[in-house]
């Protein structure tokens, strides 16, 4: 990984946890162990496993990711998006840093007119939202979906090789399901 995606990564997984812990979703005690395990997997050069929000939900199982979502939507009228089967057009996918992508846990997947539609697992974290709207010029329609729909969407995007889910816990899937409507906004909300 790169030394700026590298700085991205720590700055998001730092703010998104900062995040929960101000929206009550965490408490600090949780989250401090959840950093340290965090260091771990970053000094062993595991991008695809460095991931605040996975140690918090799957190692943890302090918080669960539905909960983060319900939040999102309640509190912030986020939307929700479904990624199964959804491809991109080519103008999204063309120059994307899927570096980038992996430190945000986060992905444009659709353009309309002057408006970038970005999935994401980490919306609570400042850093992520920041470094998205620097980079497109447009207006930023943003979407709360689970780590394992971006993992495997960025999947997807690399080549035909399958899912490799950050956390591959039985039964997660199942835990987290994804919105009833499979590649679909189901609530849209402009930035």
Known sequence: MSPENRSLLMRANRL???????????KIEDL???NERLLEIIASNQPRQATVLGVLAYELKVIREEDIL????????????????YEPPDDTKKGLDMEACWATWSVPFDQ????????T?????PAVRSYWEKKYEGP???FGTTLEAIAEHLDRLAGPVGSKAPFPVAGA???APA????AQVLVAKSA
């Open 16 to 26: 998104f946890g900062a995040g929960l812990v101000e929206h009550n979703l965490v």
């Open 32 to 34: 401090e162990k959840a």
């Open 70 to 85: 319900q939040h999102l939507v309640e509190t912030e009228g986020l939307g929700l998006v479904d990624l199964r089967g």
């Open 112 to 119: 309309e007119e002057d408006f970038t539609f970005i999935a």
């Open 121 to 125: 697992a980490y919306y609570l974290s």
């Open 140 to 142: 930023i329609l943003w």
């Open 173 to 175: 899937a199942a835990a």
């Open 179 to 182: 919105p009833a409507v499979p």
